[in-house]
Each structure stands twice: as structure tokens, then as C-alpha cells.
Nanobody, 115 residues
Framework: QVQLVESGGGSVQAGGSLRLSCAASRSIFRLILMAWYRQAPGKQRELVADITSGGRTNYADSVKGRFSISRDNSKNTVYLQMNSLKPEDTADYYC?????????WGQGTQVTVSS
């Protein structure tokens, strides 16, 4: 089993930045995809960004140009750099890692963006 530990959430003013981290408990040798999801109040969980094992990135239209997903394989960690934050970015953010067998989810970290 792989455990994912998230950190970096918090409360910021609109226009500010946060960097989320998600560290896996061990190396994932059959990695397919690493991703960040979020769930805002009253909404379903949605994909924010993902990065494939080959390094290809994908972003939701709502965050393009503002968010950046990256990873450090040596630290078994995926990051989400969030810039120019907007109140509509307020949500619980979850990292997700998919290998050839199953999905692994982080515990979630709260991001609150005030006007």
C-alpha cells in the first residue's frame, strides 16, 4: 500500500499563492499518473491538474495559466503551485496517484481564498 500525505494548504487573500505538496510513503514503480483534485462546497470533486509518468501535464480550463503541477521523483512527491488565487479556488484539495493496480488518495488539505 501507498500512503499519501498532503501539506501546504491554508488561507490566503485573492491574488496570493500557495504550494501544495503530496508525499508518497514509498516509490511507485508502476506509476501511471499523479493528479490533484478539488472539491468545493456544494460541488462534486473535479480534476485540477495531472502529470503522466512521461511528464505530460494537463490542467482544468479554470486554472490554466495560474496553477502548475510538478513532481520530484527522488522525493516521491507531487506539487501543485497555485498562483493568482481566486475565491472560486476555495476547496478541499486531494492528491491522487495511480499505478498499474489501483488509485491512492491523500487525506485532503483545505484551501481558502478570501476576497
Amino acid at each position: 500500500q501507498v500512503q499519501l500525505v498532503e501539506s501546504g494548504g491554508g488561507s490566503v487573500q485573492a491574488g496570493g499563492s500557495l504550494r501544495l505538496s503530496c508525499a508518497a510513503s514509498r516509490s511507485i514503480f508502476r506509476l501511471i499518473l499523479m493528479a490533484w483534485y478539488r472539491q468545493a462546497p456544494g460541488k462534486q470533486r473535479e480534476l485540477v491538474a495531472d502529470i503522466t509518468s512521461g511528464g505530460r501535464t494537463n490542467y482544468a480550463d479554470s486554472v490554466k495559466g495560474r496553477f502548475s503541477i510538478s513532481r520530484d521523483n527522488s522525493k516521491n512527491t507531487v506539487y501543485l503551485q497555485m498562483n493568482s488565487l481566486k475565491p472560486e479556488d476555495t476547496a478541499d484539495y486531494y492528491c491522487n496517484v495511480r499505478d498499474s493496480v489501483m488509485n491512492y488518495w491523500g487525506q485532503g488539505t483545505q484551501v481558502t481564498v478570501s476576497s
